[in-house]
């Protein structure tokens, strides 16, 4: 399950590369570590255009789930986008990109405990893009905020490649890179946009260094 990321990259290769004509932004600084619960860029569809927008990452978590708590946590990763609970967000209007410039996983380490693994594009392009899926929601999210409404968001997951599987081999998340891609996940209808959930192909992806942190 990735629940770690980042986004380095410069916000125009965001606008140019996804096709954004608004950007909400406002001045988008570097995001070495982003972790659910966590306000993230995010590009969907709108009236006029695509747009850039700032979202909090954790999709809401489906009543049976949540149980007795007053917090939702949310849900990060979605592996079943045509269950039920999920199936009211496939439609283009909730859609959306999530850019990254690196991903991790954790790896089990012998004594028990785990560390990230990061992971970013093989061939020296800095930005991906998770698909992703958003909604306007109502929830208690922090118990100190009491109740919100949020823009939210998370991400398909699929079967993990070569690279992830051998640290991560449950999941990983689906990643596009190619501009074809991210047209068909944010245009086309919800059956052919589905086909997009599948592993990179092996050999896409390389371990990486942590990002660093911001001095």
């Excluded at 996940?185 to 589905?194: G, R, S, Y």
Aim: aromatic share 8%; proline share 11%; glycine share 6%.
């Amino acid at each position: 399950m990735c629940n770690l990321y980042s986004m380095t990259s410069n916000p125009q290769a965001i606008r140019e590369i996804a096709k954004v004509l608004e950007d909400r932004t406002g001045n988008l600084q570097p995001l070495p570590e982003i972790y659910p619960n966590t306000m993230a860029p995010i590009v969907r569809n709108s009236e006029n255009g695509r747009e850039l927008v700032m979202a909090r990452w954790g999709m809401p978590t489906p009543p049976g789930y949540l149980k007795r708590h007053k917090v939702d946590r949310g849900v990060t990763n979605i592996r079943n986008p045509t269950s039920t609970w999920w199936k009211r967000w496939e439609d283009m209007q909730h859609r959306c990109l999530v850019p990254l410039t690196a991903f991790s996983e954790p790896e089990r380490l012998p004594d028990g405990k785990s560390r990230p693994v990061w992971f970013a594009r093989s061939d020296g392009e800095p930005l991906a893009f998770f698909a992703g899926i958003w909604c306007r929601w109502t929830s208690v999210r922090k118990l100190a905020d009491g109740e919100t409404t949020d823009d939210l968001f998370g991400f398909l997951t699929t079967e993990a490649n070569r690279e992830v599987g051998a640290i991560h081999p449950k999941a990983m998340p689906v990643i596009l890179t190619q501009p074809d891609e991210l047209d068909v996940w944010m245009n086309a209808p919800a059956a052919e946009a589905l086909q997009l959930q599948r592993p990179l192909p092996d050999g896409v992806l390389a371990c990486v260094d942590p990002p660093q942190p911001l001095g």
